[in-house]
């Protein structure tokens, strides 16, 4: 079995924690997780990644502002701010260890930072995913995310567990992951840093992630969009949407399948994945 390795690496005068996995002579497919507390490469993405070991390079960071990569001590002052700093780790990520050209999947705030990084530097990227991502269309806030967003308003094991539940349509198909996956991010989350960054990043709205339909006709590249039916985080009609805009977009919805397709339809999920990055459709 291949091994999903961690190491540090330096991005911009700060140190950025990634995982790595597969043969680097491979393609490379880089893996952006999402935005909720307590969030990491880690929790996002372990035990999907090695469904990709034998034929890719895989790459995951810790987002800025989330796990073990370095915080800021100043913040960025504004969403803006932080996804020029996001998008540009990413790049330096590629430059530091010398990928020309990668495949990206964004879930949800990563599918919105994937959507920006497009807009700076398309020519670095091949082909795309966006997994239940935000940076769509434009509407009120579900009562979810701004549970999500305030939940350092009464930050317990608790209300961290009723959170996560709300990310899955049926917590009782993935089983014990819940509770390990409860216990692995609230350690995380009651870190100061991290309650920090999350605290300071959205203290903007969410809508401010929305990529303008102007640049979502430009992006061009073949791109596989997935989404949960029962999606309450990001609705479902945000990734009708991205198809609609994006010149070369096909969309799957997940039935009975909330926020975490990568979880709820690891398998079907993956495979859709494998054979799009291999250009068999």
Request: proline residues 5%; hydrophobic residues 40%; aromatic residues 10%.
């Amino acid at each position: 079995m291949i091994e999903i390795k961690t190491r540090k690496i330096q991005t911009n005068g700060y140190s950025t924690s990634l995982l790595e996995s597969g043969n680097q002579e491979n393609d490379t497919i880089i893996f952006l997780h999402g935005g909720g507390p307590g969030a990491t490469a880690m929790s996002n993405w372990k035990n999907f990644i090695p469904c990709f070991n034998e034929q890719f390079h895989v790459l995951a960071p810790d987002i800025l502002g989330y796990g073990d990569t370095d915080h800021p001590e100043e913040m960025p002052k504004t969403l803006a701010g932080w996804m020029r700093e996001r998008v540009n780790q990413v790049l330096a990520m590629m430059d530091e260890l010398g990928i020309e050209k990668a495949h990206i999947a964004g879930n949800s705030m990563g599918g919105a930072l994937t959507m920006h990084i497009l807009m700076v530097a398309p020519e670095r990227f091949d082909r795309v995913s966006l997994m239940g991502s935000a940076g769509g269309l434009s509407s009120t806030a579900t009562v979810e995310v701004m549970r999500m967003i305030g939940f350092y308003k009464d930050p317990t094991i608790t209300s961290f567990k009723n959170l996560l539940k709300w990310f899955v349509y049926d917590e009782s198909l993935i089983g014990d992951q819940l509770d390990t996956i409860v216990k692995e991010r609230f350690e995380e989350v009651m870190r100061p840093e991290v309650r920090r960054s999350y605290e300071s990043f959205f203290a903007v709205p969410p809508a401010d992630f929305n990529v303008p339909p102007s640049a979502l006709r430009r992006i061009d590249h073949p791109v596989l969009i997935a989404h949960g039916r029962e999606d309450r985080f990001v609705l479902p009609e945000s990734s009708v949407y991205l198809q609609q805009h994006m010149p070369n977009a096909q969309l799957h919805i997940f039935e009975n399948c909330g926020h975490w397709v990568q979880v709820e339809r690891k398998d079907s999920y993956s495979k859709l994945l494998i054979d799009f990055f291999n250009n068999e459709y």
